[in-house]
């Protein structure tokens, strides 16, 4: 069972930057894909961006050009660098992980999740 550790949310003026950490219990097969999405209350929850284990990476519209996502498997870390933050780039950040999750992102049901780490743009 992989264990899922968000760190790094905080409040932010816009265009300012923040950068989300995600460490992981483990790197295996279950964590091939790994992403990152947002949820705001009452509302669904949207996909941002998902890396795999060979680096193939996608993002969301909103986002590109704006956000980076990597991973460092040495360290189990997967991360999500955020500049020229804007106000509806507030929301709860979700770190996910799952083998093949990837490949249907950002439809699929992921099967790990983290606790979240708020992000607040003003």
């Known amino acids: 069972h992989v264990q899922l550790v968000e760190s790094g949310g905080g409040s932010v003026q816009s265009s300012g930057s923040l950068r989300l950490s995600c460490v992981a219990s483990?790197?295996?097969?279950?964590?091939?894909?790994m992403a990152w999405f947002r949820q705001i209350p009452g509302k669904e929850r949207e996909g941002v961006a998902a890396?795999?284990?060979?680096?193939?990476?996608t993002y969301a519209d909103s986002v590109k050009a704006r956000f980076t996502i990597s991973r460092d498997n040495a360290k189990n870390t997967l991360y999500l660098h955020m500049n020229n933050l804007k106000p509806e780039d507030t929301a709860m950040y979700f770190c996910?992980?799952?083998?093949?999750?990837?490949?249907?992102?950002?439809?699929?049901?992921?099967?790990?999740w983290g606790q979240g780490t708020q992000v607040t743009v003003s």
């Open positions: 996910a992980a799952d083998e093949i999750g990837c490949d249907y992102w950002p439809l699929h049901e992921y099967n790990y």
């Open positions: 483990e790197v295996s097969s279950s964590t091939n894909c």
């Open positions: 890396i795999d284990s060979d680096g193939q990476i």
